[in-house]
């Protein structure tokens, strides 16, 4: 059990169902997990299993749900304020998708800066894009300059510039070439350790969960089956059925 005082993020039977009727169909069925203030963890599944429903409904992107979700053990309600976004932000899947076409990198960095009411925009936007391995030359860039490791650095260095302390990450790396995954995901555990950050993961990637992840949740048909290490999930050390497959699948 986490110590109520170091809770960051808290789920309590979270439940979310799309349509009506005959036509309603439940994704995720009662999830209840906890992550400590500066904990890693991933959520893994085949596709469907429900994990990046979570983490919509987690960034405030989903409010039908039931069920409650605590972030620093208040529970939020199902349309957030501008206050849980300033410590809270996502980083999407598709790099490509995430940025407008006709923004440049400043505009882009620009904009939560104005939105959340922070001062020193110049510097911020130089520091955070130093942070993330690119030059001050990047914030004159529009999106189709970038290569798309740059893109996700940029997408990157736009959910950091507000300071939070939460980042949703929404399989971050599964856009992007082989050759440019590790790199990104270093980026994330150097940023992770040095800004004491807060981590949920969804992915279904078993090498990558495990390089960035302390622990995992796997989940199936909506459901959490069971949490493992990062060491256990490498080891194949699982207790049901379910997750034994999985793992020897990813590994095959």
Known sequence: ???TQQRSIETVDL???????????????????????????????????GKSTILRALAGLNSDYQGA???????????????????????????YA???????????LLEPLTLHGLDRHEARISEVLQAVGLSDAFRYRYPHQLSGGQRQRVAIARA?????????????TSALDVSVQAEILNLLTSMRQQRQLTYLMVTHD???????????????????????????????DARETYTQRFLAASEA
């Open 1 to 3: 059990m986490i110590p």
């Open 206 to 236: 078993l090498a990558v969960v495990t390089h960035l992840c302390q622990r995992v949740a796997i989940m199936h048909q909506g459901k959490l089956l069971e949490e493992l290490t990062a060491d256990a999930v490498r080891s194949g």
């Open 15 to 49: 439940t979310i169902a799309f349509g009506h009727g005959s036509q309603r169909r439940q994704v995720v069925d009662r999830v209840s997990f906890t992550l400590a203030a500066g904990e890693s963890y991933g959520l893994i599944g085949e596709s469907g299993c």
């Open 160 to 172: 950091l510039i507000i300071e939070p302390s939460v980042l949703l990450l929404d399989e971050p």
């Open 69 to 95: 979700i605590l972030f620093d053990n208040k529970e939020q309600r199902p349309v957030r304020d501008r206050s849980f976004y300033r410590q809270v932000q996502m980083v999407f899947q598709d790099p």
């Open 98 to 108: 995430s940025l407008h076409p006709r923004k440049m990198v400043y505009n882009a």
